[in-house]
């Protein structure tokens, strides 16, 4: 069992920065990807960041170059850098832990999900 709660959140106005960061507990050796996820009002949930055991990462075309993910050394934390915000990142957003080595941004891979933090971009 793996136990995420994500915070960070807020509102900031376009061109702010965000950090959320998203606490990891339970068997945290067994997780090979962990990721950042979105999901706005009306719409389907898009993978935003991954980073696999080696620290290898991935992101959206949207947030490349604005977004960092990273974790801390024991892996209990996960964080997302998010700077240069724009209106359209707004939405709630989600980690989650994957079994998968594959570490995409396809959120079938992912078997465990915190409650969600939510961020708001005023332009």
């Known amino acids: 069992q793996v136990q995420l709660v994500e915070s960070g959140g807020g509102s900031v106005q376009s061109g702010g920065s965000l950090r959320l960061s998203c606490l990891v507990s339970?068997?945290?050796?067994?997780?090979?990807?962990m990721g950042w996820f979105r999901q706005a009002p009306g719409q389907e949930r898009e993978g935003v960041a991954t980073i696999g055991r080696g620290g290898n990462t991935r992101y959206a075309e949207s947030v490349k170059g604005r977004f960092t993910i990273s974790q801390a050394n024991a892996k209990n934390t996960l964080y997302l850098q998010m700077s240069g915000l724009k209106p359209e990142d707004t939405a709630m957003y989600y980690c989650?832990?994957?079994?998968?080595?594959?570490?995409?941004?396809?959120?079938?891979?992912?078997?465990?999900w915190g409650q969600g933090t939510q961020v708001t971009v005023s332009s």
């Open positions: 989650a832990a994957s079994f998968d080595w594959l570490c995409t941004t396809e959120d079938f891979r992912y078997t465990y």
């Open positions: 339970g068997y945290i050796a067994s997780i090979d990807c």
